[in-house]
Protein backbone atom coordinates (compact mmCIF):
# COMPACT_ATOMS: atom_id res chain seq x y z
CA UNK A 1 0.00 0.00 0.00
CA UNK A 2 1.63 3.23 -0.98
CA UNK A 3 1.76 5.65 1.86
CA UNK A 4 -0.54 8.63 0.26
CA UNK A 5 -2.57 7.80 -2.48
CA UNK A 6 -4.67 9.94 -5.59
CA UNK A 7 -5.99 8.98 -8.16
CA UNK A 8 -4.13 9.82 -11.16
CA UNK A 9 -6.85 11.10 -13.32
CA UNK A 10 -7.29 12.56 -15.50
CA UNK A 11 -10.12 14.07 -13.90
CA UNK A 12 -12.18 16.01 -16.43
CA UNK A 13 -15.02 18.65 -15.82
CA UNK A 14 -16.67 21.55 -17.62
CA UNK A 15 -16.22 25.19 -17.09
CA UNK A 16 -18.30 26.43 -14.24
CA UNK A 17 -18.47 22.89 -12.17
CA UNK A 18 -16.90 21.28 -9.09
CA UNK A 19 -14.02 19.57 -9.13
CA UNK A 20 -13.55 16.89 -6.68
CA UNK A 21 -10.16 15.52 -5.91
CA UNK A 22 -9.34 12.51 -3.38
CA UNK A 23 -6.37 11.65 -1.26
CA UNK A 24 -5.72 8.66 1.30
CA UNK A 25 -2.90 8.08 3.47
CA UNK A 26 -1.36 5.42 5.96
CA UNK A 27 0.20 6.97 8.52
CA UNK A 28 -2.78 7.45 11.21
CA UNK A 29 -0.45 9.82 13.08
CA UNK A 30 -0.05 12.10 10.54
CA UNK A 31 -1.31 15.47 11.66
CA UNK A 32 -0.56 17.77 8.67
CA UNK A 33 -1.70 18.04 4.94
CA UNK A 34 -1.51 19.79 2.11
CA UNK A 35 -2.32 20.15 -1.54
CA UNK A 36 -0.60 21.30 -3.92
CA UNK A 37 -0.70 22.91 -7.46
CA UNK A 38 1.66 21.47 -10.31
CA UNK A 39 1.36 23.32 -14.00
CA UNK A 40 3.00 21.29 -16.76
CA UNK A 41 6.92 21.89 -16.68
CA UNK A 42 6.84 23.99 -13.17
CA UNK A 43 7.05 23.48 -9.78
CA UNK A 44 4.71 22.69 -6.74
CA UNK A 45 2.72 25.49 -5.60
CA UNK A 46 1.10 25.41 -1.97
CA UNK A 47 -3.16 25.83 -2.61
CA UNK A 48 -4.17 24.24 1.11
CA UNK A 49 -2.97 23.45 4.03
CA UNK A 50 -5.01 21.75 6.90
CA UNK A 51 -4.33 20.37 10.31
CA UNK A 52 -7.73 19.57 11.72
CA UNK A 53 -10.87 17.42 11.06
CA UNK A 54 -13.47 19.03 9.18
CA UNK A 55 -13.01 21.80 6.04
CA UNK A 56 -11.22 24.87 5.53
CA UNK A 57 -12.21 26.90 2.73
CA UNK A 58 -9.48 29.51 0.98
CA UNK A 59 -11.51 31.22 -2.01
CA UNK A 60 -12.71 28.87 -4.65
CA UNK A 61 -10.93 26.06 -2.79
CA UNK A 62 -12.15 23.71 0.56
CA UNK A 63 -9.71 21.11 1.88
CA UNK A 64 -11.68 18.36 4.03
CA UNK A 65 -9.85 16.02 6.27
CA UNK A 66 -11.24 13.16 7.69
CA UNK A 67 -8.47 11.66 10.05
CA UNK A 68 -10.38 8.45 10.93
CA UNK A 69 -10.77 7.70 7.30
CA UNK A 70 -7.76 8.56 6.82
CA UNK A 71 -9.21 11.01 3.99
CA UNK A 72 -8.51 14.25 3.04
CA UNK A 73 -10.00 15.85 0.02
CA UNK A 74 -10.30 19.18 -2.13
CA UNK A 75 -13.00 20.71 -3.76
CA UNK A 76 -12.57 23.32 -6.31
CA UNK A 77 -15.98 25.51 -7.27
CA UNK A 78 -16.54 27.39 -10.54
CA UNK A 79 -13.90 25.41 -12.08
CA UNK A 80 -11.93 27.54 -14.83
CA UNK A 81 -9.29 26.55 -17.62
CA UNK A 82 -6.90 27.79 -15.38
CA UNK A 83 -6.77 25.16 -12.82
CA UNK A 84 -6.20 22.54 -15.58
CA UNK A 85 -2.94 21.29 -13.73
CA UNK A 86 -1.49 18.39 -11.49
CA UNK A 87 -2.84 18.36 -7.98
CA UNK A 88 -0.94 16.85 -5.58
CA UNK A 89 -1.65 15.99 -1.90
CA UNK A 90 1.06 15.94 0.49
CA UNK A 91 1.11 14.25 3.98
CA UNK A 92 3.45 14.61 7.12
CA UNK A 93 4.17 11.88 8.96
CA UNK A 94 6.58 13.78 11.09
CA UNK A 95 10.14 12.68 11.51
CA UNK A 96 11.09 15.33 9.27
CA UNK A 97 9.32 14.75 5.79
CA UNK A 98 6.57 15.19 3.31
CA UNK A 99 4.97 12.80 1.68
CA UNK A 100 3.20 13.35 -1.74
CA UNK A 101 1.22 11.76 -3.73
CA UNK A 102 1.47 10.60 -7.07
CA UNK A 103 -0.99 13.49 -8.19
CA UNK A 104 -4.12 13.75 -9.45
CA UNK A 105 -4.21 15.31 -13.54
CA UNK A 106 -7.36 18.00 -13.84
CA UNK A 107 -8.69 19.15 -16.73
CA UNK A 108 -11.39 21.51 -16.77
CA UNK A 109 -12.71 21.91 -20.46
CA UNK A 110 -14.19 25.88 -21.40
CA UNK B 1 11.46 38.33 -0.54
CA UNK B 2 13.36 36.28 -3.11
CA UNK B 3 12.34 32.43 -3.55
CA UNK B 4 14.10 29.37 -3.69
CA UNK B 5 16.35 29.20 -5.82
CA UNK B 6 18.09 26.38 -7.87
CA UNK B 7 20.82 26.19 -10.18
CA UNK B 8 21.57 25.07 -12.81
CA UNK B 9 18.39 24.85 -14.65
CA UNK B 10 19.34 21.77 -16.28
CA UNK B 11 22.09 19.23 -16.69
CA UNK B 12 22.94 17.05 -19.24
CA UNK B 13 25.42 14.03 -18.38
CA UNK B 14 26.59 11.17 -19.56
CA UNK B 15 26.86 7.59 -17.30
CA UNK B 16 29.17 7.14 -14.84
CA UNK B 17 29.47 10.79 -13.77
CA UNK B 18 28.79 12.82 -10.85
CA UNK B 19 26.78 15.74 -10.75
CA UNK B 20 26.25 18.94 -7.69
CA UNK B 21 23.44 20.56 -7.28
CA UNK B 22 22.76 23.82 -5.53
CA UNK B 23 19.83 25.21 -3.64
CA UNK B 24 19.55 28.69 -2.08
CA UNK B 25 16.30 28.87 0.62
CA UNK B 26 14.70 31.77 1.31
CA UNK B 27 15.49 33.63 3.57
CA UNK B 28 14.99 33.26 7.14
CA UNK B 29 14.33 29.53 5.98
CA UNK B 30 16.50 27.05 8.12
CA UNK B 31 14.93 24.02 6.39
CA UNK B 32 15.79 22.59 3.20
CA UNK B 33 14.42 19.22 1.58
CA UNK B 34 14.64 17.30 -1.43
CA UNK B 35 13.47 15.72 -3.68
CA UNK B 36 13.25 13.57 -7.37
CA UNK B 37 10.52 13.89 -9.91
CA UNK B 38 10.27 11.74 -12.76
CA UNK B 39 6.93 11.00 -14.80
CA UNK B 40 6.43 6.95 -12.94
CA UNK B 41 7.31 7.76 -9.63
CA UNK B 42 6.19 11.15 -8.74
CA UNK B 43 7.94 13.33 -6.09
CA UNK B 44 10.17 11.04 -4.07
CA UNK B 45 11.55 12.51 -0.66
CA UNK B 46 15.41 12.48 -0.94
CA UNK B 47 16.77 13.77 2.44
CA UNK B 48 16.15 16.73 4.47
CA UNK B 49 18.56 19.36 6.38
CA UNK B 50 18.20 21.38 9.37
CA UNK B 51 21.66 23.91 10.82
CA UNK B 52 23.87 21.54 8.68
CA UNK B 53 22.30 18.39 9.89
CA UNK B 54 20.57 15.83 7.62
CA UNK B 55 17.32 14.81 9.88
CA UNK B 56 15.64 12.09 7.45
CA UNK B 57 16.69 10.61 4.08
CA UNK B 58 14.67 8.80 1.72
CA UNK B 59 15.04 5.03 0.02
CA UNK B 60 17.47 6.68 -2.15
CA UNK B 61 20.90 4.65 -2.32
CA UNK B 62 24.21 6.21 -1.35
CA UNK B 63 25.12 7.48 -4.29
CA UNK B 64 22.66 10.56 -3.41
CA UNK B 65 24.46 12.94 -0.73
CA UNK B 66 23.81 15.97 0.16
CA UNK B 67 24.91 18.64 2.81
CA UNK B 68 23.78 22.24 4.13
CA UNK B 69 26.64 24.95 4.72
CA UNK B 70 26.02 27.34 7.41
CA UNK B 71 24.15 30.02 5.59
CA UNK B 72 21.41 27.04 5.15
CA UNK B 73 22.21 27.10 1.04
CA UNK B 74 22.55 23.18 0.15
CA UNK B 75 23.87 20.64 -2.31
CA UNK B 76 23.19 17.73 -3.28
CA UNK B 77 25.28 15.64 -5.33
CA UNK B 78 25.00 12.31 -7.44
CA UNK B 79 27.86 9.87 -8.30
CA UNK B 80 28.14 7.53 -10.77
CA UNK B 81 25.10 8.40 -12.37
CA UNK B 82 22.68 5.95 -13.92
CA UNK B 83 20.30 6.65 -17.14
CA UNK B 84 17.42 6.26 -14.54
CA UNK B 85 18.78 9.20 -12.56
CA UNK B 86 17.11 11.22 -15.11
CA UNK B 87 14.58 13.69 -13.64
CA UNK B 88 13.45 17.06 -12.25
CA UNK B 89 15.22 17.49 -8.57
CA UNK B 90 12.79 19.75 -6.33
CA UNK B 91 14.50 21.71 -3.29
CA UNK B 92 11.75 23.12 -1.29
CA UNK B 93 12.63 25.39 1.99
CA UNK B 94 10.60 26.03 5.50
CA UNK B 95 11.00 27.84 8.04
CA UNK B 96 11.98 25.23 10.74
CA UNK B 97 10.54 21.50 9.24
CA UNK B 98 9.12 20.87 12.76
CA UNK B 99 6.81 18.25 12.74
CA UNK B 100 5.95 18.82 9.19
CA UNK B 101 3.34 21.96 10.18
CA UNK B 102 6.05 24.27 7.78
CA UNK B 103 4.81 24.78 4.93
CA UNK B 104 7.21 24.42 2.06
CA UNK B 105 8.02 26.44 -0.80
CA UNK B 106 9.84 24.83 -3.88
CA UNK B 107 12.26 26.33 -6.50
CA UNK B 108 11.94 25.86 -10.14
CA UNK B 109 13.76 22.55 -9.88
CA UNK B 110 16.97 21.41 -11.55
CA UNK B 111 16.20 18.99 -14.96
CA UNK B 112 18.88 16.65 -15.15
CA UNK B 113 19.50 14.12 -18.13
CA UNK B 114 21.85 11.28 -18.34
CA UNK B 115 22.59 9.69 -21.36
Known amino acids: QKEVEQNSGPLSVPEGAIASLNCTYSDRGSQSFFWYRQYSGKSPELIMF????GDKEDGRFTAQLNKASQYVSLLIRDSQPSDSATYLC??????????FGAGTRLFVKA | KAGVTQTPRYLIKTRGQQVTLSCSPI?????VSWYQQTPGQGLQFLFEYFSETQRNKGNFPGRFSGRQFSNSRSEMNVSTLELGDSALYLC??????????????FGAGTRLSVL
Open chain 2, 27 to 31: SGHRS
Open chain 1, 50 to 53: IYSN
Open chain 1, 90 to 99: AVSPGGFKTI
Open chain 2, 92 to 105: ASSTTGTSGMDIQY
